[in-house]
């Protein structure tokens, strides 16, 4: 019996895309008919997730990439806020995430916001683990790559806890954005801020009191 699989993929480059479907159609199974829908921006994307809802015929699977160009209208900005639409108006839809991003806070902080029941890093993605991922995310969900497993793993043997806020902080250092500035992207006083590196540098025992030794201690214990 043929089982029809409706599927969106969104990605702002072409050729990666095509790789994707390429990979898709030569590995599925015989009984598998696949849709496939393209978008190569947040706009498209939000189109075709609006589209398939109307006509109550829902994807079953996004692809979805994290770096995207926002939306025209500014209510999303990146893949990630495309995958938490796609989570409300299609709760059933599976997601997998694709990403060029292999720091321990942007992985963590997706896995806990959108849960995804795929993740793969496209550094280390080979058509034989996409099509893996893409018959386990339909059967056995999650499929998480080697990599996500590794960064995840990291986190949860640490035995420092540090919340999302301080990760965030520690983050945004380690691009190098200065102390005086994270007031623009944290909610709080530059004192509190000030507050929270101190204590970061006592539990993770950085003697110098320097932001790059922190940033070293916290790279070391898989915190970022």
């Not at 709080?188 to 009191?209: H, N, P, T, W």
């Amino acid at each position: 019996m043929q089982t029809t699989i409706r599927i969106l993929m969104t990605d702002d480059h072409p050729m990666i895309i095509e790789g994707y479907q390429n990979t898709l159609i030569a590995t599925k199974k015989p009984n598998q008919n696949l849709k496939i829908d393209i978008a190569n921006n947040c706009d498209e994307s939000i189109k075709f997730m609006e589209n398939a809802v109307a006509r109550n015929n829902p994807y079953d699977v996004l692809f979805m990439d994290i770096s995207l160009p926002p939306s025209t209208d500014g209510k999303f900005n990146n893949g990630e806020d495309l995958a938490m639409h796609a989570k409300s108006i299609m709760p059933k839809a599976k997601i997998i995430i694709l990403t060029m991003f292999n720091e321990v806070y942007r992985i963590h902080n997706i896995v806990r916001t959108i849960n995804p029941e795929g993740f793969l890093i496209k550094s280390d993605l080979t058509s034989k683990e996409l099509a893996n991922a893409f018959q386990a995310v339909l059967s056995n969900p999650p499929f998480y790559s080697g990599t996500v497993n590794s960064l995840i793993r990291k986190t949860v043997s640490t035995n420092i806890v540090l919340d999302d806020v301080n990760r965030k902080i520690l983050y945004l250092l380690s691009q190098g954005i200065k102390t005086k500035n994270l007031k623009e992207y944290i909610d709080l006083s530059l004192s509190a801020i000030e507050k929270r590196k101190k204590y970061m540098k006592e539990v993770l025992f950085v003697e110098d009191g320097s932001d790059e030794s922190l940033l070293d201690s916290a790279r070391d214990k898989g915190i970022i």
